[in-house]
């Protein structure tokens, strides 16, 4: 090269050297809402602030009023000051990904968090949900087995299929939750832990996925002291990888704890930000969120499919609640937890009578469909006769259909419990389910 072009190059480069750093300033904090002025931000865009010991911190564009750009931080914020610097996000931090995230703990940022190391992977993770077109999603045409046998008998779950776990606190949704990744045939399960309580989630992982589920799972925690930016970043960054291991052809299931956290944190950015509430103090973005999320889970082109499970907190065990009514609406089937049945030591307390699986007919045979509709069918005839037992007003022989019921009722109960270390595959719960039928 000769002096003339190494000179000309030289020229060149100076065009790319920042002299000066494009910068705001902080002008109010409102909570955990930050407003600045002084630069242009973009909504969604990352930026950092000035902490007063000179140290940075990540927040992330959330809104803006006229020429005021409102912030909101990822982590919690201290130390920060009137006229602090606001810088924006030079680039995203790209995060690589491979099969090594499997058996890992990280939070929304993709930052682990389990003292393992870093996390090593040989592609970039495609962090934005890109939403799936209605005309190129794969059918739902085959079983996935969940290890459960209440589900996989008279709820089966077909692979890609959307599916609201609806219950209030304290029945058993983190226990069921544990026991579907453990038997699960899922190649990969990815956990997200969202605005639950910091204790539940180490005592998840450790008691409830075990080992066994750990080594095939991934699991993205944020909990209940979180931001709610970084909560709603967790939930979106379970899809993100959920969606990466189903392009790579695996049998994903992704399990998410809970919906209405995740809504929650929106409730929470809406309203900081002047949104008015609706419907028990939910805004209208917070209805807006849940579909968008929802429909980037499902089957796409190609061998993999994903399969969602999304735990729904019914507030007051309240069936009709804003949030729950949402999610029914939205996703492809709900399973109830009855805290009723909770109480009575029955577990999984799933309550077949208001649980429904609308892929069933598409993913299972004639026979076992038949058989299932027996079953409920019997449970119910059970139920209605229940009150009459103890007042002696049941009286046998006069009703076939009900002395049947009452026949097999202790067999079908003991169809439906399940104890938590125990594993019940798919071809045998349908065998044991038709031969009850038949009984």
Known sequence: MSNASAFDKALKSIEKISFARISGRLVRVNGLLLESVG??????????????????????VVGFDRDVTCLMPFKQPEGLMAGARVFPAEKSRELMIGSGWLGRVING??????????????AVLQQQRGQIHPLTRKAVDSPLDVGVKAINGLLTIGKGQRVGLMAGSGVGKSVLLGMITRCTAADVVVVGLIGERGREVKEFIEHALTSAGMAKSVVVAAPADESPLMRIKATELCHAVASHFRDQGHDVLLLVDSLTRYAMAQREIALSLGEPPATKGYPPSAFGIIPRLVESA??????????AIYTVLAEGDDQQDPIVDCARAVLDGHIVLSRHLAEAGHYPAIDIGQS???????VSEKPHQAAARALKQLYADYMAIKPLLPLGGYVAGVDAAADRAVRLFPAIENFLRQQVDECAPLTQTVSSLTALAKA
């Open 39 to 60: 630069c242009q931000l973009a909504v969604g865009q990352r930026c950092q602030i000035e902490n007063i010991d000179g140290t940075l911190i990540d927040a992330q």
């Open 109 to 122: 940022l993709g930052e682990p968090i389990d003292g393992k190391g870093a996390l090593e992977g040989d």
């Open 298 to 307: 499902g089957n796409a082109e190609g061998e993999g499919t994903m399969t």
């Open 356 to 362: 429904i699986s609308r892929c069933m007919s598409q």
